[in-house]
């Protein structure tokens, strides 16, 4: 327990995928896109899952393309950091996509007014993950992203 009341202890669970697409862990989704510690683990775990399932839907053309793959990681790609490229894009949708969605709920956590963030709970804050989940998966299918608003 850290001086704020919050633990500060590092998750040992893995959100578990379907086989093919790989698995997650909570710290990495919690030290990678600096979730903070106001969430309690089954909050984490559900906005994993609920974001492997987008990403997994989002992708069932691509991973078709890929029928000699025995899962992501074994497509053959370039490899970036000792890591595939697709799996970078993946896990990039996945974390993205989370945390977007994880930030709609931050407002409902209990916590004390002074301790509110702008830029945590903003909707600005949130369409960026969102935008950010959407250029990961076009990247993964090598399409361009092509963003259109009305003027």
Known sequence: MSF???SNATSTTIVSNDGWW???AVADFQERYRMPRDYVEPVL???LQIAMAWANEQLVGWRSAHPAAASLEAVDAPQLGGEPLPL???RRAVFSYAKAY???????INRRDAAGNEA????ETEGTFLEYAQQAVAALRGESLVTVELI
């Open 4 to 6: 704020t009341g919050k």
């Open 22 to 24: 790989p698995d997650m």
């Open 45 to 47: 775990v559900d906005g």
């Open 88 to 90: 970078l894009h993946y």
């Open 102 to 108: 994880l930030l709609q709920q931050f407002p409902t």
């Open 120 to 123: 945590r709970e903003s909707e």
